[in-house]
């Protein structure tokens, strides 16, 4: 119920008493605030700061807010690499792809649940969105180009820097640059929404403590033009996630930042925003169990492993899944060796690390000194320490450079990246794998400029936009890696250009 509703649920000489209690409203009828923008972004990660910088760039006055006291989400903790289809760089390299390419691959991997017009929106932008984050935000992307499971090409960057700092960094210097305010420890409460329909701004807590609800002062800031949701997923909240998805309970870990949380999903709901595909929660297949949230040994399992050797059961001492498949295939197969009683095991030589190091300079080093990727001279001390087959293990090597000869694995159905070399006699390194919660598949329903659908009717809330994890019905089942860089840049700055656009009420 908005407030000028609850206002004409009393009557009489009532009424007076009931205007003095509401803030929301002046002797007018015109809400009241503390402050206002044109555009108000709910959310400093990938999504956030990229509508910010759209809707900036479009000449709006912008206010960034955040619940946590840093800047970034759960964007702070990525690894940073994105897919982008038919990229300047692919087209230098003579690698050939294509939107189209890219949109398949979405479609089948997502098991046909994303919304085709919005696989589309987001691949055929990929391009113009990567040049516009070097040219105009100043990100710096390594161009060897590599690909995850599920992709059909080699067409993911990762940042220079490494990590998804390597965007936040400078979208905040631009940001700044540009006059344009990231307030952190202010959480959003409540999303105003008048009797005809148009959200006009949010109520939040400033000075406010992650954890402590009562915490900070109530303030309210309204938006001329609209307020954009980038407010993540809520990988985070157990108690939420066990009522979608009840395997998802205490014991299972997250990927995530202790921030990500259900509050802003509670609240679109309240105000009649449709929200889809909810129960739809991903699992990080490759994190170490050694490692709090994602940690960096998943990049040794991701890279080493997965491009340039193999994962391998230590129930068995043999391969057990198709290492590039998508990360639903991956987490349950794992799930399946660490249930009955095993360890899965990312298995890579020297070779293998090479190639992490050209991704990911320097992060091999940090693993091994903090003992989430172990080192082996050869087979035998392998299976010693895990307690294998050694017989087995160096009957699964040989196999698997029986396999890459032929360039055909007819065991899993792996391709082999064409740079993988056979394995050697060692040494060996190895990580323990075990799947952590990662990311909401579903969310809030919006068109393909990014504006949420009201849950009565189908059509726009005025003044409200989406983007990023927060938004359902684009990757459908299951996210592909390095997708959601892609959908967080492409999405967040549509909804920043379309924000700015919107007539002001105010």
Not at 55 to 61: H, L, M, N, S, V
Not at 195 to 216: H, L, Q, W
Not at 260 to 273: D, H, K, Q
Not at 377 to 398: S, W
Request: glycine share 12%; hydrophobic share 45%.
């Amino acid at each position: 119920m908005t407030e000028l509703s609850r206002r004409r649920l009393i009557q009489g000489a009532a009424l007076t008493a009931a205007v003095a209690a509401v803030p929301a409203a002046n002797a007018a009828g015109k809400p009241k605030f503390d402050e206002m923008h044109d555009v108000v972004v709910v959310g400093s990660g990938f999504a956030g700061l990229a509508a910010a910088l759209a809707a900036r760039e479009a000449g709006a006055d912008v206010l960034v807010i955040d619940k946590m006291a840093f800047v970034g989400g759960n964007s702070s903790l990525s690894g940073g690499m994105m897919a982008v289809p038919g990229s300047s760089v692919q087209k230098a390299q003579g690698i050939k792809d294509s939107p189209a390419q890219l949109m398949a691959d979405m479609t089948r991997i997502g098991l046909g649940l994303g919304d085709p017009d919005h696989i589309r929106f987001v691949c055929e932008k990929a391009s113009d969105t990567f040049e516009w984050t070097r040219h105009y935000i100043g990100v710096e992307w390594n161009e060897h180009l590599t690909g995850k499971g599920g992709h059909s090409a080699s067409r993911c960057m990762i940042t220079k820097q490494g990590t998804g700092q390597g965007i936040i960094v400078p979208a905040v210097a631009k940001l700044e640059k540009l006059g344009t305010e990231i307030r952190t420890g202010v959480f959003m409460e409540k999303i105003l929404r008048s009797d005809a329909g148009r959200v006009t701004g949010i109520e939040v807590r400033e000075d406010y403590e992650f954890g402590d609800a009562k915490s900070g002062r109530v303030k309210r800031i309204g938006a001329r033009k609209a307020v954009i949701l980038a407010c993540g997923g809520f990988g985070a909240d157990v108690a939420y996630r066990k009522r979608l998805d009840p395997k998802l309970g205490e014991k299972f870990l997250t990927t995530n930042q202790p921030g990500a949380t259900a509050e802003a999903w509670r609240e679109v709901s309240r105000i009649g925003a449709r929200v889809i595909q909810a129960d739809w929660i991903q699992c990080l297949p490759s994190c170490s169990p050694k490692e709090q949230g994602m940690g960096i040994a998943t990049h040794f399992a991701s890279i080493s492993a997965t491009l340039f050797g193999f994962w391998v059961s230590s129930l068995t001492g043999k391969r057990f899944v198709n290492e590039f498949g998508d990360r639903k295939l991956c987490t349950d197969a794992i799930l399946n060796v660490i249930n009955a009683g095993g360890e899965a095991l990312a298995f890579a030589d020297d070779d293998g690390v090479r190639h992490l190091e050209v991704l990911r300079p320097g992060l091999f080093a940090k693993m091994l000194a903090a003992g989430t990727v172990e080192k082996f001279a050869d087979a035998r001390a392998l299976a010693r320490a895990y307690k294998m087959n050694e017989r087995e293990l160096r009957a699964t090597i040989a196999r698997y450079n029986a396999l890459l000869a032929k360039k055909q694995d007819t065991d899993f159905g792996r391709p082999f990246d064409k740079a993988a070399k056979p394995i050697g006699e060692g040494p060996y390194y190895v990580s323990r794998m075990s799947p952590k919660v990662h990311h909401c598949m579903g969310g809030v329903v919006t068109d393909i400029h990014t504006a949420v659908l009201d849950v009565t009717n189908d059509k726009p809330i005025p003044g409200l936009f989406a983007a990023g994890e927060f938004v359902g019905g684009i990757h459908g089942a299951v996210r592909i890696g390095a997708c959601a860089v892609l959908d967080c840049l492409v999405n967040g700055r549509e909804a920043g250009r379309a924000a700015a656009a919107v007539k002001a009420w105010a």
